[in-house]
Every structure is written in structure tokens, then in C-alpha cells.
């Protein structure tokens, strides 16, 4: 049930393709709870995407930005102003591309100029939007940007390729401006690392289905749907959550802190004993 937790905020959501992805849900969530939204995904995925449908369903307008184009979205910024009338409170980085995971060329043999675009478009992108929204003013006091990472960040997922290192530089980038925006306006900048999700992106990396079988038996709690994903997000985009800053917070039903499972232990052994 909604609870209206963000009456009379404003913001933009980066990224909703289809109702799969996680961005979708997320500015469902917001509307519902009371909030404005502006919408932005790239040229090539407003062609490709059902970003027109999402726009119906929350009265929103729909700006495009190239997120590697500090031009598109110091635009996306001024328009969306002017639109709400006055800045915002909340910004969603749901921003995410690699042409080697694309091109299944492995991370050891990897095309240089491919990974240059990776961490362009999925890390150095929430840097620009930062950078975008702290030179046009555009964001209010107490304002919350989120970011979407994955535990790849952290640990070696041979699947998730360079998009492991677009991830840490990710957080890397959150906690860097987190600090700088928080001293300068009080602006909460973070990031949540989510569950393995089938979203149209996410099924596209290598052992995708395999993988998200792993999670769910090793999560105490299984693995985190986009929807509960988009709720995490809303509640970090509220005022309940005003004193966190500059953190990479685990939403993934407990694997990133479980060393193995019993079901795992008990799948392994009977792998053993059939030998």
C-alpha cells in the first residue's frame, strides 16, 4: 500500500527501458507514492524501449539524454526544472552498457576501446549527472541520488566481465561526490547493490540463468525482485533515510554476507555421493 512517502517530491528516473527493468518499477513506486517524475533513457533505447507506455502510466514527460554527453544532460537538467518548476529531490542512475558483454569478448582478451565505453556509459555517466546537477543547482537540500550496482564490485563474477569494473568505479564515484555534495548542499549520494534480476539487461550476461539459481539458494531470504528493489530505492529517496550518505548498501536477501548455505552443502553432497 502506498504511503505517499514522497508528497510533493520531484525528481528523474535514468534508464526504465521496459517493465522489466528495475528503473520501470522504480518510477511506478514513486508516482504512487506521491511523487513527480521526469523520464530519461538514451536516444537509441527511447526507439528501442516501451519508455512512451511508462510515460502514460505516470503522466510523465520524457526527456532524452545521451548519458555520456555532458551537453544532453546539462539539458536534461535545465528542462526538467523547468518543468517541475524548481529543483528536485531525487535522481535514479539506473545506467548500464557493455559492448564486450555484448559482443562476448572475454574480459582477458578485451577490446580497449569497448571497456573505455563500458565505464563511460555505466560509471562516469552518475559522475556527469553530479557534476550536471551540482553546477545548474538543481537539486534541493536533503536531495537523494541513487545508483544501481552489483556485488561484482566486490567479488570476481567471470560472467559479469568489465562490467565489474564499471560497478566499483560506480561506487567509487558515489562515495567521491557523496562527500563533495553533501558538505557543499547536503545532497545524499549512494548506492545499492541489488540481487541478480532478470531484468533486460541483467539476462543478457554470460550463465545469467545459472547464476540466479546459485543466489537463490545461497540468500538466506532468496533473491531481491525488482519491485522490492524499486521500494528499497523509494525509501532512500525519502526523508526516513536523510543521514545516509556515500554508502554501497546490499540489497540481495543476505548472499553478499553468507559464506555457503545448507542447501547448497546438501546439493553438493549428494553430487558426491552419486559419483
Known amino acids: 500500500m502506498p504511503h505517499q512517502l514522497l508528497k510533493g517530491k520531484k525528481g528523474i528516473i535514468f534508464g526504465a527501458l521496459d517493465e522489466r527493468s528495475i528503473a520501470w518499477k522504480t518510477a511506478l513506486a514513486a508516482v504512487a ?3 513527480e517524475i521526469v523520464l530519461t533513457n538514451a536516444p537509441v533505447a527511447l526507439r528501442m524501449g516501451k519508455i512512451n507506455e511508462l510515460a502514460t502510466l505516470c503522466n510523465a514527460p ?5 548519458a555520456t554527453s555532458i551537453t ?3 539539458n536534461l537538467m535545465q528542462k526538467s526544472m523547468e518543468i517541475f518548476g524548481g529543483k528536485m529531490d531525487f535522481i535514479l542512475h539506473s545506467i548500464g552498457m557493455s559492448p564486450n558483454v555484448r559482443k562476448t569478448i572475454s574480459y582477458t582478451n578485451t577490446n580497449y576501446e569497448n571497456f573505455l565505453k563500458t565505464l563511460d556509459i555505466s560509471a562516469l555517466s552518475l559522475h556527469r549527472v553530479l557534476q550536471s546537477a551540482m553546477k545548474a543547482d538543481a537539486l534541493n537540500e536533503w536531495a537523494s541520488v541513487v545508483g544501481l550496482s552489483y556485488i561484482a564490485a566486490q567479488r570476481s563474477f567471470p560472467g559479469y566481465n568489465d562490467m565489474a569494473d564499471a560497478k566499483a568505479m560506480l561506487e567509487s564515484v558515489a562515495r567521491s561526490f557523496g562527500y563533495h555534495y553533501g558538505f557543499a548542499k547536503k ?3 549512494n548506492t545499492i547493490s541489488q540481487s ?3 531484468t533486460t539487461a ?3 550476461v554470460s550463465g545469467f540463468d545459472v547464476f540466479y539459481e546459485y543466489a537463490e539458494k545461497m540468500s538466506p531470504l532468496g533473491n531481491a525482485t525488482a519491485e ?3 521500494n ?6 525519502s526523508d526516513y533515510t536523510r543521514m545516509v550518505t556515500m554508502q554501497n548498501l546490499f540489497h540481495d536477501g543476505g548472499f553478499s554476507f553468507t559464506g555457503v548455505s545448507q542447501a547448497l552443502v546438501e546439493e553438493l553432497q549428494k553430487a558426491k555421493a552419486s559419483e
Open 196 to 198: 541478480p534480476t532478470p
Open 202 to 204: 541483467g539476462s543478457g
Open 187 to 189: 545532497v545524499r549520494v
Open 62 to 66: 520524457v526527456i532524452g539524454a545521451d
Open 232 to 237: 528499497y530505492t523509494i525509501m532512500m529517496f
Open 228 to 230: 522490492e528493489c524499486a
Open 33 to 35: 507514492e506521491g511523487a
Open 72 to 74: 544532453d544532460i546539462d
